[in-house]
């Protein structure tokens, strides 16, 4: 929250409005760190995804950590893509329906990162869906062929102008998540249930 470099003209400019210093609801005591957790502060929890960053909050980290966020069709295909069928699944987990044991969704807080192993990918990828929406590089577009629906209002308005964000939270509700859902935000909205999930930048 201190390094220029880490941040991008935009991000550095809300952290100058918003005054910034961790994410939403942190604060240092002494050495350590507390959450504040509706009307109290707690030990942060270590097992926990962050959550409540702002897209530019999670751009700067991945700087930091010599990482990046993926961009839209790089989660839907970490997400839903069977690699020994050669095609596309509903869910990391495949084509079933959602269960309580396969993602934290409809629930009344966070999992730890280590819960849900039944609805891990092919690959070990855990909680691609549930717990905290998670942020993308994408600008959130149309995909080839959209057209509105009756309300028109929900979407067309916000294209590129607003972040994809992927997965669900744990608040979701387990009829509309799925590994194709979107969802989208402007960059500086730290008060939703948005986290992130890396990825390694590419050699050369």
Do not use: M
């Not at 790089?74 to 893509?81: D, K, L, N, R, S």
């Not at 629930?107 to 849900?116: G, K, R």
């Not at 192993?117 to 600008?139: A, K, M, Y």
């Not at 577009?141 to 964000?165: C, I, K, M, N």
């Amino acid at each position: 929250y201190r390094r220029r470099e880490l941040w991008s003209e935009a991000g550095w400019r809300w952290l100058a409005q918003s005054g910034r210093e961790a994410p939403f609801h942190w604060k240092r005591e002494g050495r350590d760190w507390r959450l504040r957790r509706f009307d109290r502060w707690i030990e942060l929890p270590a097992d926990e995804p962050v959550v409540h960053v702002s897209w530019y909050e999670a751009e700067a980290y991945c700087r930091y950590a010599g990482r990046r966020l993926p961009c839209e069709a790089e989660w839907e295909f970490a997400a839903c893509w069977d690699a020994r069928a050669g095609r596309k699944r509903r869910n990391p987990w495949g084509d079933e329906p959602w269960t309580p044991r396969r993602a934290c969704l409809a629930q009344a807080s966070l999992a730890s990162v280590h819960a849900y192993p039944e609805g891990d990918n092919p690959w070990g990828v855990r909680q691609l869906i549930g717990n905290v929406w998670e942020w993308t590089s994408s600008t959130f577009r149309p995909y080839p062929g959209f057209s509105p629906d009756p309300y028109q209002e929900y979407s067309a308005p916000w294209f590129g102008t607003h972040q994809v964000l992927r997965g669900g939270a744990f608040t979701t509700s387990p009829r509309i998540a799925y590994g194709g859902y979107r969802n989208f935000f402007t960059p500086d909205r730290a008060d939703v249930f948005g986290g992130l999930r890396t990825c390694a930048i590419e050699a050369g």
